[in-house]
């Protein structure tokens, strides 16, 4: 039990062909010098001291733009239409926040404002001539992850050999949507080398951290996007996740995500390693500021076709009725509460938000029960040995081509090979068998909760954390438990912020007050536990449905903003 991985040891590789340095140093200064034309627009570093920069990224605002960043999505592109505001109006108040972003949590890495801002130019010009949108995000900015291909840029993808050697050729099928419906393409935001990381840290643009409170992780590998859109730089963004990669930086950097189930939204157009390897799959998914813009961006990519578009995508239309109203789900509805996998305990502040949570949907009239956890362990050695079927020979060999050293947090994760051999042919059929008996096994899981309900049917959704902890301490994730296991099963799973953790409502609250840990994985996320370490970090959780019920995921997430909202919450 529990998951101490070994000390790394890299493999030998051959003489590196480019220097890593040299590669960081010219990217960073291209991006400085892109930075350096907005002089008005940037913020000097108030210095380490200062934790906490998400307001001051809005320091630089007029009044309009400061209203025009603190809105979702859904309202501004519902501003833009009736002309409220223009789409020249609404980049600029994100660029500017974005750019201050950067400054004070280093997000962005490929910039194009100029190319963003005539693209806004002519959307303002055709509604005013026409009186008409060219699609429902009219004149809306979306930041894009680094490793999703935006035609004309780079896509090092956070490898210091793939830089200047990367430059898409097209776009990805999302951003291609995103286009049809108006979108405004302007950044692209930072991922960890390799994207296997529930962190932000690569050689080339160096860390990410979180705008809440800078001594801790913004999450990973959509890390970038967190940090941005958390500070109101961008209203939506698109991120991808294979193991947790979209709900933890959403979680750690306070703001909304969803993880589809694999081939329900677009995936095509990425840049990463292992492309061909289809044992274990991602997905794309939107980051937002609300709930609403989860389902805002799943419904332009299925009003668009998604399954024409590309050929991965299933022929399944968005169902608007049911993921915005609700329409035909029972009025009493049963929940599942997984509060501890019976691997890592979380710890106390998200106990409390799950206990918090769960009062509220009794008092709102629901139905609630205790999930019961099943071989969340199991999951995880199965999924790191789906994740590196080659040993991580493939990434060895790209850190080889730039002479670039991992980063702690992939070092950490790899080390799980224990230095293994790639597996042979028949060994990745055995695990791919194993992987579907666990899919099976889950399945008939979830059917076997009906017999522990009132109603008779199986629990609707099951409240889970999303990690054990909030934001984490630089290169310290030490379980993926809670969000990997979704992506094993293959079922979406949406994360909410409940709150914001202030160090001195928990100064009584000690390590001494979680259980003995069953583990060595336990015991140092036990260890962890120390309310100074986590003051201001958001407090979320993750809302899990069943495998390509999106649309009944999102309008279950309603609901339980509705009974939260409504409910009287006590210390």
């Not at 937002?288 to 668009?304: E, G, P």
């Not at 290169?475 to 799973?493: F, H, I, K, Q």
């Not at 003995?516 to 120390?530: G, S, V």
Request: hydrophobic share 40%.
């Amino acid at each position: 039990m529990g998951t101490t991985a070994t000390r790394f040891v890299a493999p030998p590789l051959p003489t590196a062909l480019c220097d890593y340095r040299e590669i960081a140093s010219k990217k960073q200064a291209d991006r400085e010098e892109i930075l350096a034309r907005y002089p008005d627009w940037r913020i000097k570093d108030p210095g380490a001291d200062v934790t906490d920069v998400s307001n001051l990224c809005l320091s630089n605002l007029s009044t309009l733009e400061r209203e025009i960043v603190l809105q979702d999505a859904t309202s501004l592109t519902a501003a833009i239409k009736a002309r409220k505001y223009s789409a020249v109006q609404t980049l600029t108040a994100f660029c500017k926040v974005a750019v201050a972003s950067q400054d004070l949590t280093n997000s962005l890495t490929e910039i194009f404002f100029d190319e963003a801002f005539e693209r806004a130019k002519q959307l303002d010009e055709i509604l005013t001539t026409t009186g008409k949108v060219v699609g429902p995000l009219h004149g809306l900015p979306v930041s894009i992850k680094d490793h999703v291909l935006v035609k004309g840029h780079d896509t090092a993808s956070g490898y210091a050999s793939w830089a200047y050697k990367t430059y898409a050729d097209r776009d990805a099928a999302a951003v291609k949507i995103l286009r049809d419906a108006g979108a405004l393409i302007y950044v692209k935001t930072a991922n960890p080398q390799t994207l296997l990381a529930l962190e932000c840290n690569n050689n080339v643009y160096g860390r990410t951290v979180n705008p809440h409170n800078r001594k801790l992780s913004p999450g990973g590998s959509s890390g970038g996007e967190g940090a941005l859109v958390a500070c109101h730089g961008s209203p939506l963004g698109v991120g991808t996740d294979i193991g947790g990669s979209i709900r933890v930086p959403a979680a750690w950097s306070g703001i909304y995500g969803l993880k589809p189930s694999v081939a329900r939204l677009p995936h095509t157009g990425l840049l990463g390693s292992h492309d061909g390897m289809d044992n274990i799959v991602g997905c794309m998914g939107p980051m937002a500021t609300s709930a609403r813009d989860l389902n805002l961006f799943c419904k332009v990519m299925l009003q668009y076709e998604a399954w024409v578009v590309e050929h991965q995508n299933l022929y399944i239309e968005w169902r608007t009725e049911l993921a915005e109203q609700g329409t035909g789900l029972p009025d009493r509805l049963v929940f599942g509460i997984l509060t501890d996998d019976g691997v890592v305990c979380p710890h106390p502040p998200i106990k409390k938000a799950i206990e918090e949570t769960k009062r509220a949907l009794v008092a709102a009239g629901h139905e609630v029960i205790d999930y019961i956890p099943m071989s969340h362990q199991e999951s995880w050695d199965l999924i790191v040995k789906l994740y590196f079927l080659d040993g991580g020979a493939e990434y060895f060999e790209t850190l080889a081509e730039s002479g670039e050293p991992p980063i702690p947090s992939f070092e950490w994760i790899v080390s799980h090979t224990n230095g293994r051999a790639p597996y042979t042919m028949a060994e990745m059929f055995k695990l791919n068998a194993q992987r579907e008996n666990f899919r099976a096994r889950a399945h008939a899981h979830w059917n076997e909760s009906a017999k522990r309900t009132t109603t008779g049917r199986p629990v609707d959704a099951i409240l889970t954390p999303v990690a054990p902890t909030l934001a984490v301490p630089h290169d310290t994730v030490r379980w993926w438990g809670y969000s990997s296991y979704w992506n094993l099963v293959d079922y979406p799973a949406a994360v909410f912020p409940v709150g914001r953790l202030k160090a001195s409502e928990w100064a009584n609250s000690t390590r001494d007050s979680l259980p003995q840990p069953r583990n060595d994985t336990e015991k140092f996320i036990r260890d962890q536990w120390d309310p100074k370490t986590y003051d201001n970090a958001p407090i979320s959780l993750q809302l899990v449905g069943r495998r390509h019920m999106e649309e009944k995921t999102l309008a279950l997430l309603n609901i339980v903003e509705q009974a939260t909202k409504a409910y009287p919450h006590k210390s």
